[in-house]
């Protein structure tokens, strides 16, 4: 066939939507870049931020980390890093590691701490903003 390699074993239907053997790379690979163009802005926002808190005293820092527009920028930050953070160590572990056993229980590590820091983080946040 045109254009086909002789070991290509991709279906003529995997071939037309660009899709390998992992079935996700392209996906994984647009949402690892939308993720940092995204993080750019949110990465500004939160220096501003930062850059505010400092000098305050804790009930004036704990005013502005409260406000609403403040927690949704921190809320979108610490969504917005988490799911970057676990996309790209997921790519780290498929690519390097070789050991399939290893390779599941690294995978699997992966998730649970970036889900146990995304929600201990948006906790936090959560926290301060409700006074709870």
């Given at each position: 066939?045109?254009?086909?390699?002789?070991?290509?074993?991709?279906?003529?239907?995997?071939?037309?939507?660009?899709?390998?053997?992992?079935?996700?790379?392209?996906?994984?690979?647009?949402?690892?870049?939308?993720?940092?163009?995204?993080?750019?802005?949110?990465?500004?926002?939160?220096?501003?931020?930062?850059?505010?808190?400092?000098?305050?005293?804790?009930?004036?820092?704990?005013?502005?980390?409260?406000?609403?527009?403040?927690?949704?920028?921190?809320?979108?930050?610490?969504?917005?890093?988490?799911?970057?953070?676990?996309?790209?160590?997921?790519?780290?572990?498929l690519?390097?590691?070789?050991?399939?056993?290893?390779k599941?229980?690294?995978?699997?590590?992966?998730?649970?701490?970036?889900?146990?820091?995304?929600?201990?983080?948006a906790?936090?946040?959560?926290?301060?903003?409700?006074?709870?």
């Amino acid at each position: 066939m045109i254009g086909q390699q002789p070991n290509d074993m991709r279906t003529a239907a995997r071939r037309v939507r660009g899709l390998g053997a992992a079935r996700s790379g392209t996906r994984d690979f647009w949402h690892q870049r939308v993720t940092s163009v995204a993080g750019i802005p949110l990465t500004i926002a939160l220096i501003v931020i930062v850059i505010a808190l400092l000098g305050r005293s804790h009930a004036a820092v704990v005013q502005i980390l409260g406000s609403p527009v403040v927690a949704i920028i921190m809320l979108l930050f610490i969504l917005n890093s988490a799911y970057h953070m676990w996309i790209g160590m997921q790519e780290i572990i498929l690519d390097y590691l070789h050991d399939d056993k290893f390779k599941f229980l690294s995978l699997m590590a992966n998730t649970f701490f970036v889900i146990a820091v995304g929600l201990a983080c948006a906790f936090a946040i959560l926290k301060l903003s409700f006074g709870v």
